[in-house]
């Protein structure tokens, strides 16, 4: 990472609320290609989130405590703020001496830009205005959040916008906050209906919308230089699983969570069009 930093523009993307079963399954159907040809072997890698919902999730996120392999450890971190006696910052971790990520990217010259989702980075009040406030630029609109059938491609014009608008020679942070996967979600079935509710197959059907709009994304922030992602959930949700429902509990459907990282080669936007 120390030679990722200050060479390539870094995009980090949570899918808010996305389990691993039904992103691995997806993926192995084909039900996801743009994702899958994006993730290392077609297949997203298996992790344990840092938090059960989102606040907490990403609270542990911006500190780099992104999640941590579904395997015994130790595990080498990405990004992390100087502390005593951690055991897994290493020597290809990014070390930064501010207490999270966002600003100690700033230090590095980088633009920091949210793109929220879900009510915690809707800025209509102090609880949601926390996370977003740690970027130089944050942006939420109605448009963006979990009521919106059409959130994501919403989310991604403005990302488009945000890239465009930024001198070339700036380097780039960008944070997208993915609503599309939260509850209310039955209405990316097509052919569902408010009373049909949400459903592990709505769910599904989410995660296909995203993989129908995520190339522009890709395209957007590799147009500049390469570019290094990073895309994961926060956490998962249960449907039903053994009589739970929702997240924000101790339960295999919300701890466990895909992750993927990877480097998005510079496409220029002429080549793109």
Known sequence: MNRIVGSHDILLVTLDTLRYDVAAELAAAGRTPNLARRLPGGRWEKRHAPGSFTYASHQAIFAGFLPTPAEPGPHPR??????????????????????????????????????????????????????????????????????????FEAQVARAERVVRELPHEQRLFLFVNVA????????????????????????????????????????????????????????GTAYGDDGYTGHRIGHESVWTVPYAHFVLDHTPAEAAR
């Open 180 to 235: 599309a996967l939260h509850q209310p979600n039955w209405f990316h079935r097509p052919g569902a209906t408010r009373e049909d509710g949400d459903t592990r197959d709505t769910h599904a059907a989410a995660l296909e919308y995203v993989d129908r709009h995520v190339n522009r994304l890709f395209t957007a922030v590799s147009s500049r230089r390469r570019c290094f992602a990073v895309v994961c959930s926060d956490h």
């Open 78 to 151: 990405l990004f992390a703020a100087r502390f005593a006696g951690s055991e897994t910052t290493a020597g290809n971790t990014f070390v930064h001496d501010t207490p999270d990520l966002v600003s100690g990217l700033a230090n590095e010259g980088y633009r920091t830009v949210c793109v929220g989702g879900v009510g915690f980075f809707n800025k209509r009040g102090p609880l949601g205005s926390v996370l977003p406030g740690l970027f130089q630029e944050s942006h939420w609109e109605p448009e963006f959040g979990v009521a919106s059938p059409t959130s």
